[in-house]
């Protein structure tokens, strides 16, 4: 009894449509993926409600300044670049950022968005009255 299968060739012409058809799928999929992340980004993100403003320096991690008093970063920190894709919190040592932040129940920062120009123009409730806050 053999075992062995022997390898089939494809006819020439099945081949070359089987070809044709994954080329134009593939095609027809990016230009689906490149459409729809072009317009996913919205133009100014949604924020918390209790999310406050202010002027954030990363000092060195976790230790952080708000408007110029010392904070602390909590542990599972989310800092959303404005992009709004996660950031690293030692890629922003030493940068002044104006951000958007809430607190978590402990007093620690728990979550960080910097924010784009437009965002920036947009009334928030500030953590530290003015003269401080930008």
């Known amino acids: 009894m053999n075992r062995c299968f022997k390898a089939r060739t494809l006819h020439p012409g099945v081949a070359l449509l089987l070809t044709a058809t ?4 593939h095609v027809a999929s990016f230009a689906q993926s490149s459409s729809s992340t072009a317009t996913a980004q919205p133009a100014v993100r949604p924020f918390p409600a209790h999310a406050l403003r202010a002027a954030l320096v990363v000092t060195q991690t976790p230790s952080i300044t708000i408007d110029g008093k010392p904070a602390r970063l909590s542990p599972g920190v989310r800092i959303y670049g ?20 809430v607190r978590e129940p402990l007093g ?6 910097i924010l784009t120009e437009a965002e920036a123009k947009l009334p928030q409730a500030l953590a530290t009255p003015y003269p401080f806050s930008r």
């Open 22 to 25: 994954l080329a134009l799928a």
């Open 82 to 101: 404005a992009n709004n894709m996660l950031v690293l919190s030692a890629a922003l040592t030493g940068q002044p950022l104006l951000v958007n932040f």
């Open 108 to 113: 620690l920062v728990h979550k960080v968005w």
